[in-house]
């Protein structure tokens, strides 16, 4: 029988993932990670969840203390992050460095299983011309998620399956209420784990930065008004900066070193081109040239037309065919080819 260990939060994908194996004829193994101190939604009753399907289905369930990882990963790592100026994107990483990576190696010396199975949507096949696993879009765009798992290495894909590729989340809660799952109505997740344990991103971050008063400019340093944090602010934002002019003004940069907003109209915030970092070649071997892609520069954003330069150190020139607005530092270009995700990585800060 085959066997892969199931990675469950609690919700309703991850819980239809398990049981979707499972009737498929594999020993299932459910595995929850313990990511957060104290009281969170998907490390206290989603933990009780997790362990209530495994019940149902009849397996065993495993949960284990992640914690540290998940702190020094993902929380340090944010408020270091916003602290500096940039609007970090906490997902991908959490999915190499504290998901994924810890669980396959989990499974494979605990269980001797070389497959690690989650409830994202998206997909994955092998190209014996290439030798090379390739990441592609889920079937449903609308709930599709390989932007955040662009970062993930040959190895992990090559112990990863994803049993809701093919699936809408229509047919996902469909299948889990056949399977009688008690997660089958479960509400769905809206938000980062850390925005809702904590109600909000600012209360999340009020937690570790304190308050610090500094001025809002535009491009040319008029003061226009005043800020409390620059870490209360991200690129692109046009609600919530308290400053009364006569034409929308948007965040266009974020001055850390020295306390200030810099705001300014929509067109003071488009560009035409970008540097990304920490350049993760998933489903291609890293070009030696410059080749053509479309780029995500936020999940939710349209791919568009781009020319990929690449550059030394893991890093590439993005130049779109079209001037972007709100390219925002710190969050990820995520490159594709169609439904194939070519590679990603972190965008730069201008200057």
């Known amino acids: ?110 269980f001797d299983c070389d497959k690690i199975a989650t409830g994202h949507y998206a997909r994955i096949n092998y190209n014996p011309d290439t030798r090379r696993y390739n990441l592609l879009r889920a079937i449903d765009r609308n709930k599709d998620q390989s932007y955040f798992l662009y970062d993930l290495s040959q190895d992990l894909l090559s112990g990863a399956v994803f049993p809701l590729g093919e699936l809408n989340k229509t047919d996902t809660r469909r299948i889990a209420a056949e399977y009688g799952l008690k997660t089958a109505d479960k509400p769905e997740s809206q938000d980062l784990c850390l925005v809702e344990s904590n109600g909000s991103m600012r209360a999340f971050l009020d937690k570790y930065l304190a308050p610090k008063k500094g001025e809002i400019v535009d491009t040319s340093g008029k003061v226009l008004g005043e800020h409390d944090g620059v870490h209360h602010y991200t690129i692109g934002q046009r609600k919530g900066l308290g400053v009364a002019y006569s034409e929308p003004l948007y965040v266009i940069a974020l001055d850390a070193a020295n306390n200030r907003v810099i705001v300014g109209d929509r067109t003071q915030g488009t560009k035409s081109e970008c540097n990304v970092n920490r350049i993760n070649w998933v ?7 410059p080749i053509r892609a479309e780029v995500q520069i936020r999940y939710r954003s349209s791919p568009v037309p781009v020319t990929v330069i690449p550059l030394e150190n893991k890093r590439v020139k993005l130049v779109f065919d079209e001037p972007q607005f709100s390219i925002t530092p710190g969050q990820a270009a995520v490159l594709y080819d169609g439904e194939k995700v070519l590679g990603g990585g972190i965008i730069e800060r201008f200057g």
Not at 57 to 69: A, K, S
């Open 1 to 110: 029988m085959k066997k892969v260990v199931v990675g469950l939060s609690g919700g309703v994908d991850s819980s239809a993932a398990a049981a979707i194996l499972h009737h498929q004829g594999y020993e299932v193994i459910g595995l929850t990670l313990w990511l957060m101190k104290g009281k969170g939604q998907c490390c206290s009753e989603g933990m009780v969840d997790a362990a209530y399907i495994c019940e149902q289905l009849g397996v065993p369930h495993h949960v284990v203390d992640i914690r540290e990882t998940f702190q020094a990963s993902i929380v340090d790592y944010l408020v270091a992050g916003y602290s500096d100026g940039i609007t970090p994107l906490p997902c991908s990483q959490c999915n190499t460095t504290v998901k994924f990576s810890p669980m396959l190696q989990y499974a494979r010396q605990n």
């Open 283 to 289: 489903s291609i071997a890293e070009p030696e040239s």
